[in-house]
Every structure is written in structure tokens, then in C-alpha cells.
């Protein structure tokens, strides 16, 4: 994104320095000597030259030097009287250089004032110039630190879906340790694949929606391992999912919030899974029965969600919906990524 952001920033003043140099070579036409015919040819290449490379020299010396560090550490009128002084003496030199090299008798009034009027034009380019880039400066730290503290705050909330994760799942080993059961070991096993997701593809910045599935896939078999047929597990997959990217461990804080609260004392609950992915489109609904909210509250509860719902937010601002709906003794999530742009 940095790289982005430089080329970008690379582009932009090429084109302003391109403007500015027409800008800058254009008095010399407006203002040209009309000298006599048989020698206006030569005179006004070399002339021109000349007239262009003491406008860029005044052009650049007000702009990265006059400007930044005399008009805004000394102030207007220090600045006034070092610019003025400065074209005195360049305007002296210029001519002192043109006598040399066309010693042709001409006017005094006419050069002189085209020659000021043009460096008058010069001084205000180049004072727009600067202020311009330095207003363009200024946006692109402001973006550099816009992205930085994003890069922040989702490695945080990165750094938060690990515990939060291992809380549930060492609840499910607690479990199973309890009753003594032979599922312990597949259930270790199991565990050791999520932990290897987790560490490895969940620190990318984005995934293929198959390795997240697979990820999702190994959580479901993990609880099924500890509730084994009192839970009906319903989980179907529509679509090209090789297709569709995503943020590693996006949608997994649904899947645990409905084992965590659409077990309880229900008998035979039920949770539905539903992924579909069209084109650029994915559609993730999620729906359990809701259990007693005392048997399945914790002090944990809400953190995944709030999680999930801070990174949609930063990743995908208004290119995603989240609706959560309590109907008819079910829980529903509905999320819908557009990962178009």
C-alpha cells in the first residue's frame, strides 16, 4: 500500500513540475526581443536559453529555498527585500551576459520590463509550487500514518482473536478431560492443525476462501468431537470459492458464538452454515437455536463479534452488510462481502 501511495506521490509531481516547466518557458515567447531580422534567429535561441536557465535557477531558489526558509522563518518582509535584491542582481548579470554575447544596440524599456514582469511571473509559480507540494507532502504523511495505524489496529485485533479462540477450545479439551474420553487425542490433533492456520495463513493478509473453509471445517469437527450427536450440524458451500479472497480468520467468530450460545439445555440443537460465493459475492449465514441465555452467557461473550464487526470496518468500510436478527427462538447472522473493488 506504501508503494502505492509513493508512486502515486512520484506521478503527481511529475505532472506539476511538467506544468510548471511550460509555465516556466513561456514568458520567453510572450515577452521575446524583436530584434532585427537577420539576427533574430541565432539571438533569440541563445537568448531564450539563457532567459529559461536564469528562470529555472530563480524558479527552484524561491521555491526549496527562499520560500520554506526566509518567507516562513523571517517573514514578508525580510523575504520581500532578499527576493527583490536577488533580482536586481540577477537581472544585471542576465544583461551584463547578453551584451557580451549580442553587443546589438536596442531599447532599454522593453526587455527590462519583460524581463521583470517574468520574473515577477516566476516568484508567484514558484511560491504556488512549493506550497502545493508541501500540501501534498502533507497528505501523503497523513495517509502513510492513516495506514500505519490500520496495519496497527488490525494486528491487535488479530492478536485478540488468538485467546479468544483458545479459550473456547481448551473449554471443549476441559470437557473431553473430564469424561475421560478417547476422542482426547483427535481432539489434540485437531487442535494443532487450527493452531498451525493461526500462526501461518492467519498473519497474511489475505487468503483464498478455501483455506478459510478448511480452518471452519476443522473448528466444526473439533466441537463435534466433544457434543457428537447431540448437536445437528448443517453446513453447506454454494459457489466458486477459488475465486473469492478474503481476511484470514473473518468468519469464524460467528461459527463460535453460535456453538457457544445455541447449545445450553436445548435438546437437539440445531446449526445451519450456509456459504455462497458468486463472482466477487459472499454470502455467509449462520443460524442456531438459542439456548438460556444464563447457561450460555460468559464473561467472553460479545468480544469476537465486536472483533469481527471493528475489522469489517477497516477492511471493507462500506463494501460489506452485517445483520444480526433474534426471530422465533433463533440467533441469525447474515454477512454479504463485495470484494469487487
Excluded at 92 to 118: C, E, H, M, T
Aim: charged residues 20%.
Amino acid at each position: 500500500m506504501n508503494s502505492i501511495n509513493n508512486k502515486g506521490y512520484s506521478f503527481q509531481l511529475i505532472v506539476i513540475n511538467t506544468v510548471f516547466w511550460v509555465l516556466l518557458i513561456l514568458p520567453s515567447f510572450l515577452f521575446r526581443y524583436n530584434g532585427p531580422s537577420s539576427n533574430f534567429s541565432d539571438y533569440y535561441i541563445y537568448r531564450s536559453l539563457i532567459n529559461n536557465t536564469i528562470l529555472a535557477i530563480i524558479f527552484y531558489a524561491n521555491a526549496y529555498y527562499f520560500f520554506p526558509s526566509i518567507l516562513k522563518k523571517k517573514g514578508v518582509l525580510i523575504y520581500l527585500l532578499v527576493i527583490a535584491l536577488s533580482l536586481i542582481i540577477v537581472w544585471f548579470l542576465s544583461k551584463y551576459v547578453d551584451q557580451q554575447l549580442f553587443p546589438i544596440k536596442r531599447k532599454w524599456g522593453r526587455p527590462f520590463f519583460a524581463n521583470f514582469i517574468s520574473y515577477i511571473f516566476i516568484i508567484v509559480t514558484s511560491c504556488s509550487y512549493r506550497i502545493i507540494i508541501d500540501n501534498l507532502k502533507s497528505r501523503k504523511l497523513n495517509k502513510d500514518k492513516e495506514t500505519e495505524n490500520l496495519k496497527t489496529e488490525l494486528s491487535f485485533l488479530r492478536s485478540q482473536i488468538s485467546p479468544h479462540f483458545m479459550f473456547n477450545v481448551l473449554n471443549n479439551l476441559v470437557s473431553l478431560a473430564r469424561k475421560k474420553s478417547d476422542k482426547m487425542e483427535p481432539a489434540l490433533i485437531q487442535l494443532s492443525n487450527l493452531l498451525r492456520y493461526m500462526l501461518y495463513e492467519g498473519n497474511q493478509g489475505k487468503i483464498n476462501l478455501s483455506q478459510e473453509l478448511k480452518y471452519l471445517n476443522g473448528y466444526i469437527d473439533l466441537q463435534k468431537l466433544r457434543f457428537g450427536d447431540d448437536v445437528i450440524i448443517i453446513f453447506t458451500v454454494e459457489g466458486n470459492i477459488e475465486n473469492f479472497d478474503l481476511e484470514p480468520m473473518l468468519l469464524i467468530p460467528f461459527v463460535e458464538n453460535a456453538f457457544k450460545h445455541g447449545m445450553g439445555s436445548l435438546e437437539n440443537p440445531t446449526i445451519k452454515i450456509k456459504l455462497t460465493a458468486v463472482d466477487k459475492t459472499l454470502n455467509f449465514l449462520v443460524e442456531n437455536d438459542i439456548a438460556d441465555i444464563s447457561e450460555s452467557k460468559d464473561d467472553s461473550s460479545g468480544i469476537g463479534l465486536i472483533n469481527v464487526k471493528r475489522r469489517l470496518d477497516l477492511l471493507y468500510e462500506n463494501n460489506y452488510k452485517l445483520t444480526i436478527s433474534n426471530q422465533d427462538g433463533k440467533y441469525i447472522v447474515n454477512l454479504k462481502l463485495d470484494a469487487n473493488d
